[in-house]
Structure formats: C-alpha cells, structure tokens
C-alpha cells in the first residue's frame, strides 16, 4: 500500500485546477495507492500552488513513504557520517593546494557575511550566525570533496534566507507524523550516500576549481527547476504529450479514488 504525493510551484494560475497536471498519479486497486512527485525547495515557496486533490490525497492516506525518513535520527546520523573522509584524513590532504586555499577564503567570506544575510524572522526564532554556520558548515575539512561542493552550492544568501524552513519532503513527514500516519522509507542511506561517495575525485575537484562556484549564487539554477515544474505543473491537462492514453493511472476524482487505508508514496 504506497502513495506518492508532491509537487512544486511558483506562479498564477490561469487555469482550473482540476485542468492541471498535479504530478500526481493514482495506482487503480482497492484501496487506491498514489505517487506524488516532490522537490528539494523550502515548501513555503510551492506550497500555495500544490493542487487541492495532491493535498486531499495526502490528508487522506493512512500510510505514507518517503524516499528517506527525514524525522528518524538515526537517517540524520547516517546521513553525516556518510560524508567523512577515512578516519585520519582530512581535505587539505586531498585537495590541491589552490583548491583549498580558495575553499578556506570562501567559507572565511561566507562566515562575514551571514549575520547580514540572516532575516530578521531567523533572529525572531533565536537563529545566530555561527549557529547557523557550524550547522551548514561545521566539520567541513573532514567532508569528502563531493559533499562539500553540495554545501557550497547551499551557501548562498538566498538558500540561508530560508534555513529553518523545512524543504517539501520534511515538511510532509513532520505533518504526516502529526497526524499520527504510519511512515516509512523507500531506501536507506546507503544508497543515496554511495553513488555520490562513487563520483570521479577529478570531476569534483575541477567542480571545487571553478571560479563560477564561488561567485554565482546557486539560486538560479534551483528557480530554474522550480520554473520548469512549474511550467508543466501550470499547463492544462493533456499537453506536451501527458494524455491519458500515455498512463492510465493518472489522478482521478478522489471522490471515488480515495478510502480509509490508501496509502501514498512521496
């Protein structure tokens, strides 16, 4: 019994809702089951364009899976411990030297300029810069080098804008958990965390060179996915090929679709 529910979205509508592709899907059994896809942004920045039957959907599940439980801290633990070097290295022996060089200088820019970053609604909630620093940052020569060019790409003004709102999947769990559902997981840590642990050490060592990552806010690249979605998310139903003869599991009116043991995956 799984059902997947989530999507993401910026923008007005010109459209019904009930005309729009939701990103959510219906496996036809009894009780149905639904697929919602999700994305990785603060859901406060797509919530409001969510479509009411991926939300009814969601309310109405008993069980919900995500692609990890982000509310088990052992997943967290896992999720850290996963980003080390070896125990004995560090990523000064694993960098050339102009690399960490740049890297250091970088984090030293982004530390000055956080207090300045920070909203007063952070402050509000009793959020503080080096908090908040060592919380992104914190331990970074023991990360592998992969890992710390994901964190970099999240060192921007405007993703530290949104720190301490929970990105959509999160978001979903904590509600789901709420509202006393049963959770789970579709995979475990070690699957995210080995492909990533896999990639080239050049590859990412030229990504950590380039200049452009310590310049250009990441923020454009992720309104461009956000923009994309949307953009399909905000087409009526039935364009750029998504017919229901292409799957027949599409979304259905949940006045018959949905019964007290559906279950959603997200």
Known sequence: ????????HVQSMSFEQSEL???LWTIKRDPPSYFYGTIHVPYTRVWDFIPENSKKAFQESNIVYFELDLTDPYTISALTSCQLLPQGENLQDVLPKDIYRRLKRHL??????????MTPDQRGKGLYADYLFNAIAGN?????????????????????KTRGV????????????????????VEKVEEQCH?????NFSQTAVALSEPRNYRSPSERQTQGIVSRRLEFELMPYGT???????????????SSATQSHSSCRL
Request: hydrophobic share 40%; no cysteine; net charge positive.
């Open 240 to 254: 750029k090929g998504i017919t229901p003869d292409n799957f027949s599991g599409r979304s259905q009116p949940y």
């Open 1 to 8: 019994m799984t059902r997947k529910l989530f999507d993401i």
């Open 21 to 23: 592709n939701s990103f």
């Open 108 to 117: 030293e820019y982004v530390k000055l300029m956080l207090p300045s970053w």
């Open 140 to 160: 970074w020569e023991r990360k592998r080098p992969v890992w710390v060019m994901l964190m970099v790409n999240s060192l921007t003004e405007a993703d530290i």
């Open 195 to 199: 492909p990533l642990n896999g990639l």
């Open 166 to 185: 929970p990105v959509l999947d999160l978001y979903l769990a904590q509600e789901a958990e709420r509202m006393k559902k049963k959770t789970g997981a």
